[in-house]
């Protein structure tokens, strides 16, 4: 089992990502960060799930705010406390003492060359901890990130949320070094599950995946209003996929810049999927080495089916 920290802001869809993880991964913990919501309830957010699952898995607090611009948060999508539709219950316990930045280094530096880092909210905690401890990048394994997009975005035309909430703490991540896996909106949007899968949950034996379900259905409800979809994407879990069943999201590997510049395109991750092999064709720009692993495609169904599985197994 591979051996992954979440590092997430939640959030409907992180909640299937910590559960998925939490069964088919070694969790080894959970870090919080703002993004759909403030940090105070993306934490409480991230207990309350492991509350409700039974997980005794480490939550520390990170980032309040990303590194230079102001705060954004998506309460269009998930509600005011970030994870509306459903009652939760009241947190277990308290995040652990240690700070998300000093925890993620904690553990990169326990598991040395095994530890898998999955971002999938704003990248702040991931930055700092980058920035004050370089030799973090040769302790992960890999980052699995998700954010971005090889096409739309979902906050501007150009921008996904993720990096759009810090997209200098994305740039800091990308220019890493370390192994990078991106599965962006491009994928997600289209990965997701559809209002019958919602019920097959509901009808489950588990009291979770009943809570889950009503969650599912406030999600659902508003990428209905807000964007016209029919399905209520599971961004998130995308991320952790390429680490539990390999076969069911494609990549190739792609030069992945962050756009921080650009008035209509700022936060926008700039792809490099032309395939230029030659060199030194003049006015063509040279690609630049490809710095991660970018998803092109997801056999959505089949890996929605086994998201399903697994959430039912919860009591
Ligand atoms: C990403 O933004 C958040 O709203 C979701 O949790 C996901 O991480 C999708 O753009
Ligand atoms: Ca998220």
Partial sequence: MTKIL???????????????????????????????????????????????????????????????????????????????????PVPDRAPVDAHAVDFILEQAERHKGELVLAVIGPQTNVATALRREPKLATWLKAITIMGGSTTIGNITPAAEFNIYADPEAAAVVYASGVPIWMVGYNVTRETGFRQDEIERLRQGRGRTAAVIADLMQFYLDGQRRVFGLDIAPMHDVC???????????????????????????????????????????????????????VAVKADARRLIASVIDTVLTYP
């Avoid at 390429?242 to 810049?257: G, K, M, T, Y």
């Avoid at 962050?258 to 060199?279: F, P, Q, S, Y």
Wanted: neutral net charge; proline residues 4%.
């Fill in 6 to 88: 979440i590092d997430c802001d939640p959030g409907h869809d992180d909640a299937i990502a910590i559960l998925v993880a939490a069964k088919r991964c070694d969790l080894v913990g959970i870090t919080t960060v703002h993004g759909n919501s403030s940090l105070e309830n993306t934490t409480r957010n991230a207990l309350a799930i492991c509350t409700l699952a039974g997980l005794r898995v480490p939550v520390a607090r990170g980032c309040a705010g990303p590194l230079v611009a102001g705060v954004t948060h998506a309460a269009d999508i998930h509600g005011k406390s970030g994870l509306d539709g459903a009652t939760l």
């Fill in 239 to 293: 991320a952790i996929f390429p680490f539990v069943q390999p076969d069911l999201i494609s990549h190739v590997e792609a030069a992945v810049e962050i756009e921080l510049a650009g008035r209509h395109t700022r936060g926008m991750t700039v792809c490099d999927l032309r395939n230029k092999r030659a060199t030194g064709t003049g006015v063509i720009r040279d690609a630049r080495a490809p710095n991660a692993r």
